[in-house]
């Protein structure tokens, strides 16, 4: 609006490495072209300095408060800075955690989808006792926060909130083409090359592709149990194909309430779908 251009945005990309030590590539700048969306891509694609640990599979995203916390569930990358951005929309009275794959942090990736399910739980158990539960999962996060919502709920735990953010059933996987971990390195480097320089992020893409390969493998060994509680649907309303919602019908006794969001599905986490996604969550928690 101001009469941006090419020689500007160079500069605002200089400024950004001299201020902020991070390389971007010139496209991030008008993939991105305003404040909030370019903060937002920035939060969510670089390594996290507030945290002692960014890689830890259990990732305080906010402290503090009494109130039961939100748990959040990696997408298939296995990691839940992609959330950073959804925490000014939340509540500051209740704590929030992400959980992250095996594998970044030295330790060995799960085996199997019910391994890492028992391991979520278990460390979700030691942070909080009791219910009520209120589980958030985006992509293959979904996939798993469903299947941890029924063995939270198998072992007689409440589940009040489980929020299904644009995902699929593990049905859904076994089209996918076999992913190996050369495919899945190209894959990853290919979508954060848009928001970020990749050439000197070799360690963090071997990383990040031995888990997404992981990932892929051991979600089509797995069968969707049935969840007996009620489920939110964010369909992400500007991608492709229609609404995955029907697909979780045989998993879930419960209702299925959907939201359609104006997001495409790897837009779910930027500035305006994630304000319409708490705005809902904040509305469905309440002071529970």
């Known amino acids: 609006a101001l009469g941006g251009h090419s020689l500007l945005a160079t500069r605002l990309i200089g400024r950004i490495r001299t201020e902020l030590g991070i390389d971007i590539p010139?496209?991030?700048?008008?993939?991105?072209?305003?404040?909030?969306?370019?903060?937002?891509?920035?939060?969510?694609?670089?390594?996290?300095?507030?945290?002692?640990?960014?890689?830890?599979?259990?990732?305080?995203?906010?402290?503090?408060?009494?109130?039961?916390?939100?748990?959040?569930?990696?997408?298939?990358?296995?990691?839940?800075?992609?959330?950073?951005?959804?925490?000014?929309?939340?509540?500051?009275?209740?704590?929030?955690y992400g959980f992250q794959a095996h594998g970044y942090d030295g330790s060995r990736p799960a085996s199997s989808v019910e391994e890492m399910v028992e391991d979520y739980v278990t460390r979700m158990l030691a942070v909080q006792a009791e219910g009520p539960f209120h589980l958030v999962g985006w992509s293959y996060g979904g996939t798993i926060a469903h299947a941890v919502a029924e063995a939270l709920d198998r072992r007689g735990h409440r589940v009040a909130l489980l929020a299904l953010l644009d995902c699929v059933p593990s049905s859904g996987f076994h089209g996918v083409t076999e992913f190996d971990q050369a495919a899945a390195r190209a894959s990853i480097a290919d979508y954060l090359s848009d928001f970020l320089n990749v050439d000197e992020q070799d360690r963090f893409l071997d990383r990040a592709a031995e888990v997404l390969a992981n990932n892929m493998a051991i979600v089509k060994e797995f069968e969707q149990p049935v969840y007996r509680g009620d489920v939110?649907?964010?369909?992400?309303?500007?991608?492709?194909?229609?609404?995955?919602?029907?697909?979780?019908?045989?998993?879930?006794?419960?209702?299925?309430?959907?939201?359609?969001?104006?997001?495409?599905?790897?837009?779910?986490?930027?500035?305006?779908?994630?304000?319409?996604?708490?705005?809902?969550?904040?509305?469905?928690?309440?002071?529970?």
Not at 52 to 72: M, R
Not at 235 to 257: M, N, Q, Y
Not at 263 to 271: F, G, I
Request: with cysteine; charged share 20%.
């Open 26 to 96: 010139i496209r991030t700048v008008f993939r991105a072209p305003t404040v909030a969306q370019l903060s937002a891509l920035l939060v969510t694609s670089t390594l996290p300095d507030e945290f002692d640990d960014p890689f830890a599979v259990l990732l305080p995203l906010k402290s503090g408060g009494d109130l039961p916390p939100l748990w959040f569930f990696p997408p298939g990358g296995g990691l839940s800075w992609s959330y950073l951005g959804f925490m000014s929309q939340l509540d500051d009275d209740r704590p929030v």
């Open 232 to 288: 939110l649907f964010f369909h992400a309303a500007k991608k492709d194909e229609e609404s995955w919602a029907a697909l979780w019908e045989p998993h879930v006794e419960g209702t299925i309430e959907q939201f359609d969001v104006p997001a495409t599905h790897l837009e779910m986490n930027m500035p305006a779908p994630a304000a319409a996604v708490c705005a809902v969550l904040k509305d469905r928690l309440g002071r529970r």
